[in-house]
């Protein structure tokens, strides 16, 4: 039983939830997304997972 606690604990800090936002947007993806923001979808994909909102992983330019 611990052990399968455990691999689940692991198994949610290793993956990011992306909640969808509205399901009629005419795009899933980050990688879309990131192309409408001209931004690139892997440093979006950074920022999300160091817990930035899309908003702001979309939005900000460096």
Do not use: F, G
Not at 36 to 60: F, G
């Amino acid at each position: 039983m611990d052990n399968q606690i455990k691999s689940e604990e692991n198994s949610a800090k290793a993956t990011v939830v992306l909640q969808v936002i509205n399901t009629d947007a005419p795009y899933a993806t980050i990688s879309e997304l990131a192309e409408i923001y001209d931004i690139e979808a892997n440093v979006v994909e950074q920022r999300l997972k160091a817990h930035w909102s899309l908003e702001a992983a979309l939005t900000t330019h460096s």
